[in-house]
């Protein structure tokens, strides 16, 4: 079992430009969440999602943010118009099921954007 | 929404000494409460977990404790070792959701 994985591991990206960040979950999990860390800082969540379906994006910012899992493929976080700001830690997590079940959140390697 | 505090927000300690993280709660829906160790530059990863049907959990050196009716839970490392030294996260569950306490940066002095 691969465990969480994402990538790219390390992205630059110049103010204006769009990222995107893509997870894969662990085999069998059908949950994945994504939590922000900014440097020496806490995991804000951001968004949590099922296969097709957006649950929660309750910690995402209105704009220029936007996070997809589809039927088939990775999970992706999008960011539009990059500004220095978001230069931060991403963090995907995927579980196999909510946590009233066996619901250990497992937590990928992460994405560290820098916008210059 | 779920709000968890936690503190210390850093911690020194001597080789071998114990160590203990506190956080606490407002949802009294949260029924499951995982403990991360994020060493740095690296992902956060579980080190212990308890639920609320279970007041105590003990894993060697790691004991994690829950006080339902004072919505807090605390980590108890004992016997710390210099490789302890990372940043400690609490969590606590609700439904489908996850709310991370700040952190604790842990250091320990050999």
């Known amino acids: 079992n691969a465990g969480v994985m994402q990538n790219p591991r390390h992205l630059v990206r110049r103010r204006g430009q769009e990222a995107r960040l893509r997870c894969s979950p662990m085999k069998g999990h059908s949950h994945v969440y994504w939590y922000r860390q900014l440097p020496e800082e806490g995991l804000k969540f951001m968004v949590y999602l099922q296969k097709e379906n957006i649950i929660d994006e309750s910690g995402m910012p209105k704009e220029r943010f936007s996070a997809e899992f589809p039927k088939e493929g990775p999970s992706i976080l999008r960011i539009q118009q990059v500004v220095r700001g978001d230069s931060a830690a991403y963090f995907c997590?995927?579980?196999?099921?909510?946590?009233?079940?066996?619901?250990?959140?497992?937590f990928g390697a992460g994405s560290r954007l820098t916008v210059l | 929404g779920e709000n968890v505090e936690q503190h210390p927000s850093t911690l020194s300690v001597q080789e071998g000494d114990s160590a203990v993280i506190k956080c606490t709660y407002s949802d009294s829906a949260s029924n499951y409460f995982p403990w991360y160790k994020q060493e740095l530059g690296k992902r956060p990863q579980l080190i212990i977990d308890i639920r609320s049907n279970v007041g105590e959990k003990k894993d060697q050196r790691i004991a994690v404790t829950l006080n339902k009716t004072a919505k807090h839970f605390s980590l108890h490392i004992t016997e710390t070792q210099p490789e302890d030294s990372a940043v400690y996260f609490c969590a606590a569950g609700a439904g489908n959701q996850f709310y991370f306490g700040t952190g604790t940066s842990l250091t320990v002095i050999p």
């Open positions: 997590a995927s579980s196999p099921q909510g946590i009233s079940g066996a619901n250990v959140l497992t």
